[in-house]
């Protein structure tokens, strides 16, 4: 070992004649106590550059003690991604086992508390309503290969887990839109006329530079949800991949340049800080391994449970989560989120009686034909809500009340409840099928070329595409439907402000403050308790028209006097 | 109708000393800023900004408790406190030169004040009131408002900041009334400012201890 580590410095004296065995013995001896120590003297480096454990593929490849180039399982060539996976697993050989245990993998999740079955294969959503009979589409975004239908994909095979998706560092690994979880393997165009061609990853290279994940492989599916850029979260988009300190002041790469994974902390790829188990109150604090619970997708994991030095703004920790002020506004990074989502209007031709899409001038489609109108806004003010962390969802089969506003999601919690605190939420609104019928909300088959598929030979037909999405699902469809206004609260956690940018005082503490629709509780400076100062007022007047009419008694009586 | 006597004449001589001076025109002055950062965090007006006024709010509270120490101090060593102790005596008088006698400038004021007693009945009241009802409800409800948070380790879970909230407010509300009408009552002297010249020189007419009992009628 010693001789290794020294036969990597100069050794030119050690040729020099003389006692040439004492001289190598202390020549020895001397580099390796001077390899020992610059080699700990980076290790020290590393240690307090902030961002060593989190740092993307760069950085990485220097942490790292295996060198993937080196591997001759890696070596390839590959032709599919399920080859590539093969090889991980000569080495890694449980991480696939891991992987078919997480949501990721499953896309189903049954709520530990509320017992409700979620996951993308469950939910209905207000974007592009539900994943079955969608799936090749969908499930570019799974951690797999070859989800595309209903019934055929096998999760338990192995080579199926798509390991590249999270640990690609080049940038250069792209699923292909509509590949069903596959990158495409050959070069192929993309949307279909657009003139733009996806080429086929170099699966070797990739292969040979994995490494940790990233801000872009998170991001290659989460920025994107809802089907396009910025489309689904809010707090979520391309800009977040180098976001400036401005837009997030953890994840900045010129500041303490955070990966996901560093807040959302993993143990066996189960990644942590789900939002169908949001923790809207954490009490367990700085976490500290061995003593909590090993996460740090919660602000007080790192910041703790008395975070500012000012003692008032501390006491507002047991009714307010941290982002409600340090996220002043989402959508912060330039590009435009989603609000709003008509389905009703899909459908319209132009005078030539083609499908038409009609832009913002900013990239956003405001309308087109295939998917309704949509609102899309920049710089949005969150909506605030009590939450406790529990999420109800309207499921498939739920029964709706077509005459108000739909929650496709449910807010647990309230003013007063000790597990409660005020939350930022994107609300996305928007209009979507529902059978009305039977009053439940609808399932459409939207993806494929079949006569059925709304955007394939189906042709805008709702009553096509609802009947075969709905069974699919196994739920019965009356053949009538209609559109319902639906909304779906997305709790925002992303975007954090730098500090002096938070949220001032007067934002919440004036009239018609930030929350001045949320009541139930009692908060100085909004103009509460009104009816006090009506009274307190108006007996303060009336004092004053007292003293006017004495103290005219006192001048008359004086000039009478007189 | 001149009721004063030859007898017993008042002299022009210190009847507020310096310290209760001091006491009262410091005390008028932190009241008056926190009357208005105080109804700015209410939420009636918007003068400083409520970051801003919730600040100088407490400084300006934790100023006022520092001047109550040494004149609750002042007013125990000197027996003082005696000042406040509530009459009925001649009670009816005052209140008839209030509401009629005063409109007469023949008519003098029936209460003569003298060293060790200077407040005539209606001051007790209104005084021992804003010093033993107002003031402590505000204080009371204050300082629980400033430790909201720790409510729930003291035992005191069971509050809500609402009402709380509500009775400082209200307290607040009583201390307006209170200080509009002491203004107004500081400009009935004869001349109209002598009670305010008094309370800032201290020098007033006062007339012989022990105060000789009035014929109230």
């Known amino acids: ?562 | 109708m001149d009721r004063t006597t030859h007898s017993d004449s008042p002299r022009d001589e210190v009847m507020f000393t310096r310290f209760e001076r001091l006491w009262h025109w410091t005390q008028a002055v932190i009241i008056l800023a926190l009357g208005l950062t105080g109804f700015e965090v209410f939420g009636s007006c918007r003068v400083v900004g409520y970051e801003t006024a919730v600040g100088l709010h407490q400084v300006l509270a934790w100023t006022l408790l520092g001047l109550w120490v040494l004149a609750l101090f002042w007013h125990l060593v000197t027996g003082e406190w005696r000042q406040y102790v509530p009459t009925l005596a001649s009670m009816g008088a005052v209140l008839r030169y209030y509401t009629a006698g005063i409109f007469d400038p023949r008519i003098a004021h029936p209460y003569r004040p003298t060293r060790a007693a200077k407040h005539n009945p209606l001051q007790r009241l209104a005084y021992g009131g804003f010093l033993v009802v107002i003031m402590p409800a505000l204080w009371i409800s204050g300082l629980l408002y400033m430790a909201y948070n720790q409510w729930d380790a003291w035992g005191l879970g069971f509050l809500s900041l609402g009402t709380v909230a509500l009775v400082h407010a209200a307290a607040a509300f009583a201390l307006v009334l209170f200080f509009v009408g002491h203004v107004y009552m500081a400009f009935t002297g004869r001349p109209a400012t002598a009670y305010l010249k008094a309370m800032i020189t201290g020098r007033a007419a006062h007339h012989d201890d022990p105060a000789p009992p009035h014929p109230a009628a």
């Open chain 1, 1 to 562: 070992m010693i001789q290794g580590g020294a036969g990597r410095q100069p050794a030119a004296h050690a040729h020099e004649p003389g006692d040439w065995i004492m001289l190598t013995r202390r020549l020895a001896l001397m580099l390796a106590v001077l390899a020992w120590s610059s080699t700990a003297a980076v290790a020290e480096e590393v240690a307090q550059a902030p961002s060593a454990t989190t740092a993307p593929s760069a950085q990485a490849t220097a942490t790292t003690t295996a060198d993937h180039s080196k591997f001759k399982e890696l070596a390839g060539p590959f032709a599919t991604g399920p080859e590539v996976t093969k090889a991980c697993l000569q080495c890694h050989t449980e991480a696939a086992h891991q992987i078919q245990q997480t949501t990721h993998w499953t896309w189903a999740f049954r709520h530990p508390t509320t017992g409700q079955e979620l996951g993308k294969r469950n939910v209905v959503n207000n974007f592009c309503v539900a994943t079955a009979t969608n799936w090749p589409r969908c499930t570019s975004c799974h951690v797999g290969y070859g989800w595309k239908d209903d019934t055929g994909f096998d999760f338990a095979a192995q080579q199926n887990v798509d390991c590249v998706v999270c640990h690609d560092t080049t940038g250069t690994y792209k699923k292909f839109p509509t590949g069903a979880g596959h990158p495409t393997y050959e070069p192929k165009e993309f949307p279909p006329g657009s003139g733009k061609v996806w080429q086929p990853p170099d699966l070797a290279k990739i292969a040979q530079t994995v490494g940790p994940t990233s801000r872009q492989t998170c991001g290659a599916c989460h920025f994107y949800g809802g089907g396009g850029d910025a489309v689904k979260h809010g707090d979520l988009d391309s800009t977040m991949a180098m976001p400036s300190r401005a837009l997030d002041v953890h994840m900045a790469p010129d500041g303490l340049n955070f990966q996901c994974s560093t807040c959302h902390t993993t143990g066996s790829h189960q990644v942590t800080g789900s939002r169908y188990v949001t923790k809207a109150v954490d009490r367990v604090g700085i976490d500290v391994p061995g003593h909590t619970d090993d996460t740090r997708a919660t602000c007080e994991s790192c910041h703790g449970m008395v975070p500012h030095e000012d003692a008032k703004v501390n006491d507002h920790t047991d009714v307010v989560a941290c982002p409600t002020c340090h996220v002043p506004e989402f959508a912060r990074g330039g590009k435009k989120t989603k609000m709003w989502w008509d389905w009703s209007t899909a459908g319209k031709l132009n005078d030539a009686g083609k499908p038409f899409t009609v832009g913002d001038g900013a990239g956003n489609h405001t309308y087109d034909s295939a998917k309704g109108d949509f609102v899309w806004e920049a710089n949005v003010v969150p909506e605030y809500r009590w939450f406790d962390g529990e999420i109800r969802y309207t499921l498939l089969g739920d029964t709706i009340d077509p005459t108000g506003v739909v929650p496709i999601n449910t807010l647990g919690g309230g003013p007063g409840d000790p597990d409660s605190r005020i939350w930022p939420f994107k609300i996305m609104r928007g209009r979507q099928p529902y059978d009305a019928g039977t009053n439940i909300l609808a399932v459409p088959h939207l993806f494929g070329k079949d006569e059925n598929a709304f955007w394939g030979a189906g042709r805008y037909d709702w009553n096509k595409a609802i009947a075969v999405g709905m069974q699919a699902r196994d739920v019965t469809y009356s053949g009538s439907y209609g559109f319902v206004e639906t909304e779906y609260a997305w709790p925002i956690t992303h975007m954090v402000a730098p500090k002096d940018e938070a949220l001032a005082c007067e934002s919440c503490h004036s009239e018609n403050g930030r929350l001045a629709t949320l009541g139930g509780f009692y908060m100085p400076g909004a103009g509460h308790h009104g009816w006090l100062g009506t009274v307190g007022w108006s007996f303060a007047g009336l004092t004053l028209l007292g003293i006017l009419v004495h103290a005219l008694l006192r001048v008359l009586g004086a000039r009478r006097q007189r």
